[in-house]
């Protein structure tokens, strides 16, 4: 092995190694730890991203990068390897190993702030925190803007190589050209589907279980998995033999954590399924996070909400609660979990209006990163997107603008990833139904299939190659929003008869 | 702030970060982390402790211990801090970052193939683990042998300084002489005492309620702390409002979840009552294994088993275990949990027989430390001893030599602790009744009037006085036996009527 390498490698498992045991600690502080552990696990926590910024922001990293400028006997795995731990040098090093620190403690209490704000219902709890997050972002990525891009873009960029505003104004703007219309007309329709049967009571305990067999269903593989309960579901991991999922129990609405585990799992699985080559390695996870979106919802959508999906699978769900369900036909449960609601919530929306809380979010983080927006106009600027595009307005900010946690946890610019993954996704699926009926496959039970193609054709590859480049060879092409427009008029169109 | 002093305190963050995280993965592996997840997790908690030894052992710490040498600004906290730290160093310079590395990677492997080889009954699965673990221990601690001290006294006062052989030979002796013949008279009593109904199925859930209840009432702090479940009980905490207990429960063994609920609790009420201004700092934990152990048995036994104590509790008990206990005497039950019995396992023994399976434990670490036993011949030096102390065969190593969690962990010398923690504990006892009737406070379910004794007089001094030094300042006296050897035989011969 190359000497600089070598040396380069050691940089690099310390960073794997703090970096998982931080990613613990944010699951414990989600998952498990007592109410009063905060403000003294947050300055371990600062400590840890301290180390975390040291280990390869310093001098010898640098010159190790130097001597591997030219190397020749560099595998391509090392060389990728290289790039990627330039890429992440070159975003550390906008920040001083300080700035790092008190920022990674900010984000460690901010996550527990929002959730009492949003349990209080009040907006002027968290602004405080948001207003550092938001400072901090704009400050270190002015740092680090080059030609022609802005600091959004820099933010942008780090979620999704190449997807600037440029790109994404575009892109969302094809979106609101295919969804406005359809959401429209469906609108007047919304009430001529029913989904009372959902609303009852439905056993916590059972919704356990039932998750639990829906996610092992799926190939979630709990030798190598767990799942918990969280305020809001998310997936972590620190190497593809221990990912963790969340879900989140309603006893009146069942198909949130149905759903949300599906999600997660769709996220999961390709952090498993990346090759032992290159777990605990910075090529060991999910290249993006529209990547890693694309792949959860997914599961979540193209798979979990069709009809051929829950043909096997929805005797057993009746079968856990006959008294809700055993009077439903399978057609009144898949219409019921793919009704178009104009609601408030995020993650409990349908795939069709789902993008314009995405645009709503994308239209507001540009504001507000490009100076245009004060903290305390956000809540009102909220609402009146919510109006313009989905026409209805918030009762109150737990409904609104603090419904998600992303902002808490320093994540600015995430959101374009959730639409960018339904477009990746509606590619794959696309491609996929080349390769085999889909359908076919899922109504034999044989889901199977669909994920041996996943992990064949993007999974394995772990960080190695990025969206675009992933797209291009699973699909043959770049973005194309035309897939995943296509997908919705069709399948919207046959659901409410338009 | 003195400069030097400054600097250090980084250093010690660092320690302190790094050590929370590799605890919160020790805790992460017995209670949640998947099968899988092992291999690839013990990297990472491998590369943590590396990070952990070269937090300490370099050059500009070594500079800097020697400009605090004869600094005369600094408080009496920074003075102790400093004293820990040096002694902290001392022991870890015997060993290279590298090795260090290496053994914590081993010892988190060696925990999980220790309890596949108790579940499997088969010694030879665990025993290259402990050749090794034994062999890195000799090598280290021959590295830091000083005069008339051997490598096993060396790692007995890693655990309890100044409790090498030479007093620890002098102390079991004269357990052994308080004991033997106490517990002999016993034997021919033993099945005088009934526990038929400890024997009954006792709901899991239930238990579960129960246990979390009685944790509750002896003050453990929810908002502060944590109840899992792992193979083998056990505490651990990161800073004093993170403190976490493990239990373990089986279905027809109430007492079993029970007393080890309240054996751990002892240990936590310790970590959650010491000081904030010792928390996050090198003085934030519980002084020595010792001490920590006097807490734990002291809940326990002096508390725990003591009639006294279960006077308003017993009722709650029998409210949720009617069909086995509503005609069951409030004297049987606690009889019930006081008897004598030779039994096989240590954590499931009675007061009186409990330091013989530490004397067994001692005795088979000095015979393998000084070389006089070979890896394999120890299940056979085990049973040999059970036979001489106790009368009795075990008939499998699970019940025998595999019982302990311990050595797998490379705890070796740790076993003494928890006989000095009944001795120690008996000397507080002794002290607090002194101060008030303890069995009027329990009979009163005044339990508060204990644990505030406990913290105002041990607890919130944390590590900053050693065992001995904590002795003194409590009781005025050191190590004393004999408040031990009354206390068993006062309570024996009122118990079995001798």
Chains 1, 2 share one sequence.
């Not at 999922?245 to 769709?266: D, K, L, Q, R, V």
């Amino acid at each position: 092995m190359n000497k600089n390498f070598e040396k380069l490698k050691d940089y690099m498992d310390k960073g794997i190694a703090l970096s998982a045991a931080m990613g613990l600690f944010e699951w414990d502080n989600e998952t498990l730890a007592p109410s009063a552990a905060i403000e003294n696990t947050s300055k371990i926590m600062g400590i840890l991203a301290k180390e975390n910024h040291e280990a390869l922001i310093n001098d010898e990293v640098r010159e190790l990068f130097a001597g591997l400028e030219n190397a020749e006997d560099l595998t391509e795995t090392e060389k990728l390897i290289v790039k990627k731990m330039q890429k992440e040098f070159k975003k550390l090093s906008a920040v001083t190993a300080k700035e790092y620190k008190d920022y990674n403690e900010l984000t460690a209490k901010s996550a527990n702030a929002w959730a009492t704000a949003k349990e209080n219902n009040d907006f002027s709890g968290f602004a405080p925190y948001l207003e550092k997050i938001i400072a901090f972002n704009k400050k270190t990525a002015k740092n680090r803007v080059e030609d022609r891009t802005s600091p959004y873009d820099v933010l942008l960029e780090d979620f999704e190589e190449g997807f600037t505003t440029e790109v994404l104004d575009k892109f969302f703007g094809e979106l609101k050209e295919g969804i406005l219309p359809l959401a429209d007309k469906i609108k007047e329709k919304e009430d001529t589907v029913r989904a009372d049967f959902l609303r009852k009571s439905y056993d916590i305990e059972k919704q356990k279980e039932f998750n639990r067999f829906i996610a092992e269903y799926i190939g979630f593989d709990f030798n190598k998995g767990v799942i918990a309960e969280s305020e809001h579901p998310f997936t972590t991991g620190w190497h593809n033999n221990d990912v963790r999922i969340t879900t989140h129990y309603y006893e009146n609405m069942p198909e949130s954590a149905i759903f949300s585990t599906i999600h997660e799992s769709g996220h999961a699985l390709y952090e498993m399924n990346v090759a032992d080559k290159y777990t605990l390695s910075v090529l060991g996870g999910g290249t993006s996070m529209g990547v890693h979106e694309s792949q959860s919802r997914f599961m979540e959508n193209f798979i979990g909400r069709s009809k051929a999906f829950w043909e096997p699978v929805y005797p057993k769900l009746q079968e856990y609660f006959p008294e809700n369900l055993k009077d439903i036909s399978l057609d009144d449960f898949v219409k019921a979990v793919n009704r178009v609601e104009h609601g408030f919530i995020r993650t409990e929306a349908d795939e069709l209006t789902y993008s314009l809380h995405i645009i709503i979010r994308y239209e507001i983080e540009k504001q507000f990163m490009e100076g245009e927006l004060d903290i305390n106009e956000i809540p009102r600027e909220w609402n009146k997107k919510y109006r313009e595009y989905l026409g209805i307005t918030p009762e109150n900010v737990s409904e609104g603008v603090l419904q998600d946690i992303h902002w808490s946890q320093g994540s600015i610019g995430y959101f374009p990833s959730y639409a960018l993954g339904n477009a990746f996704a509606a590619q794959f699926y696309h491609k996929m139904n080349e390769a085999f009926d889909v359908d076919e496959a899922l109504r034999a039970g044989n889901i199977g299939r669909v994920t041996t193609w996943l992990r064949e054709n993007i999974h394995q590859y772990g960080a190695t190659k990025n969206a675009t480049e992933l797209l291009r060879d699973v699909t043959g092409e770049e973005l194309n929003t035309k897939y995943y427009i296509d997908y919705l008029t069709k399948k919207y169109t046959k659901l409410y008869d338009l």
